[in-house]
């Protein structure tokens, strides 16, 4: 039973350029999560996605930054004009979504650097 | 919005010793309250969770425990071990949707 998985593990791209994080979630997940992690601290909420629909963007920037979740295939976070300060890692998290069985799990991360 | 605070941020202890890592919250209204454990370039796991209607929950060597009122839990763990070296967070959700991550705690277990 596979977990969440998350390609590409690490990514670099150049000031200017576009990233694209992939997310699948466990099998029978239909809730996706984005978190981005800067070095030594917590995990910062970024948007909650069920299949074809944004739930809560609450906590992406406004700008560059975009999530989608289609029917079929994994979930993308795509990042434009990438700059520094996008440098970080980025984990996905899936849940089934029920009340009584809301817990998150993650994938092990993308680490995108730019240049 | 929910505002998660951690402490320690660094822990050391000696093999077989306890660890207690404390985290308070700020919305009343949260009633989901999990744990993860992170090992260095990888996720976050699972390993322990508790529900705003239970006081204390135990696994083996992890517990963890709520004060509603306070506003405050905590995880313990007993008699460590070198592999428990690791950074731990705690999280609060409100609720169905995204958690709310304190700042993590770097444990290590010194043998």
């Known amino acids: 039973n596979a977990g969440v998985m998350q390609n590409p593990r690490h990514l670099v791209r150049r000031r200017g350029q576009e990233a694209r994080l992939r997310c699948s979630p466990m099998?029978?997940?239909?809730?996706v999560y984005w978190y981005r992690q800067l070095p030594e601290e917590g995990l910062k909420f970024m948007v909650y996605?069920?299949?074809?629909?944004?739930?809560?963007e609450s906590g992406m920037p406004k700008e560059r930054f975009s999530a989608e979740f289609p029917k079929e295939g994994p979930s993308i976070l795509r990042i434009q004009q990438v700059v520094r300060g996008d440098s970080a890692a980025y984990f996905c998290?899936?849940?089934?979504?029920?009340?009584?069985?809301?817990?998150?799990?993650f994938g092990p991360g993308t680490r995108l650097t730019v240049l | 919005g929910e505002n998660v605070e951690q402490h320690p941020s660094t822990l050391s202890v000696q093999e077989g010793d306890s660890a207690v890592i404390k985290c308070t919250y700020s919305d009343s209204a949260s009633n989901y309250f999990p744990w993860y454990k992170q090992e260095l370039g990888k996720g976050p796991q699972l390993i322990i969770d508790i529900r705003s209607n239970v006081g204390e929950k135990k696994d083996q060597r992890i517990a963890v425990t709520l004060n509603k009122t306070a506003k405050h839990f905590s995880l313990h763990i007993t008699e460590t071990q070198p592999e428990d070296s690791a950074v731990y967070f705690c999280?609060?959700?409100?609720?169905?949707?995204?958690?709310?991550f304190g700042t993590g705690t770097r444990l290590t277990v010194i043998p």
């Open positions: 099998k029978g997940h239909s809730h």
């Open positions: 999280a609060a959700r409100t609720g169905a949707n995204n958690l709310f």
């Open positions: 998290a899936s849940s089934l979504g029920t009340v009584r069985s809301n817990e998150q799990f």
């Open positions: 996605l069920q299949k074809e629909n944004i739930i809560d």
